[in-house]
């Protein structure tokens, strides 16, 4: 779910052999538990509400949310099948009732106006400009009026020190797609697609530089 050409996909951690492995590294160097709890928290879920978790990898975000509250409708949708697999897997291991969907995130299969809440975490920086203002005007579409997005990604450098570690991610996942993150572009994203009361809500250092969380709403 990383680009809107089929022969430049790129998976997980950019290797499809790496796929298996996407968990312990994620957990190893972006204080994963730390900024995706936040970001729970941050989304102030109610029982009942549709949630969509964009991008969901293997699951990890849609089931804990699922956890903390078991009368959300929790939906996952990435553009990996093989990833897919693995977060079904985890689901069924975890008694979580989720909904797993492949699809990109620039053309959702899901009907306008039909979602609470949408978050997606560490996926706006795999993206082009162009596939990143095509995904934020898809999230408003399927978002309810007056509802909310939630997202956590690398973010503006809080300091030099990160702006060196962000480096290693750059090398990694492209530098051209990667920059517009770490010029704080995605509240700008946002704006254009027609977002209101966006904000950069926290950030948190890591050993691959310096993660953000944002929050948008869809105009009532």
């Not at 990890?60 to 409708?73: C, H, S, V």
């Not at 975890?94 to 969907?101: P, S």
């Not at 990604?153 to 991610?169: A, E, P, Q, T």
């Amino acid at each position: 779910m990383k680009n809107s050409k089929k022969q430049q996909y790129v998976p997980a951690l950019r290797f499809h052999w790496l796929t298996p492995f996407y968990d312990v590294v994620v957990g190893i160097t972006t204080r994963e538990k730390t900024f995706k709890q936040t970001l729970i928290k941050q989304a102030n879920f109610s029982s009942g509400q549709k949630v969509l978790d964009l991008a969901c990898g293997t699951g990890t975000l849609a089931i804990w949310i699922k956890q903390q509250n078991n009368q959300l409708d929790v939906t996952g949708v990435d553009g990996d099948p093989a990833i897919l697999l693995i977060a079904k897997k985890k689901s069924r291991e975890l008694n979580t009732l989720i909904q797993f969907d492949q699809g990109l995130s620039y053309n959702l299969s899901y009907p306008s106006n039909c979602f609470d809440r949408v978050v997606s975490s560490l996926f706006f920086h795999h993206l082009s400009w162009i596939d990143k203002e095509r995904t934020a005007k898809e999230l408003l579409r399927v978002l309810k009026p007056g509802s909310e997005l939630h997202i956590a990604d690398w973010g503006r450098s809080s300091n030099i020190v990160m702006r060196g570690l962000f480096l290693f991610v750059q090398l990694l996942d492209g530098f051209k797609n990667t920059n517009d993150n770490v010029a704080g572009k995605l509240v700008t994203i946002f704006d254009q697609a027609g977002f209101v009361d966006i904000k950069e809500t926290k950030t948190f250092s890591t050993i691959f530089g310096t993660m953000t969380l944002y929050q948008a709403v869809k105009p009532v």
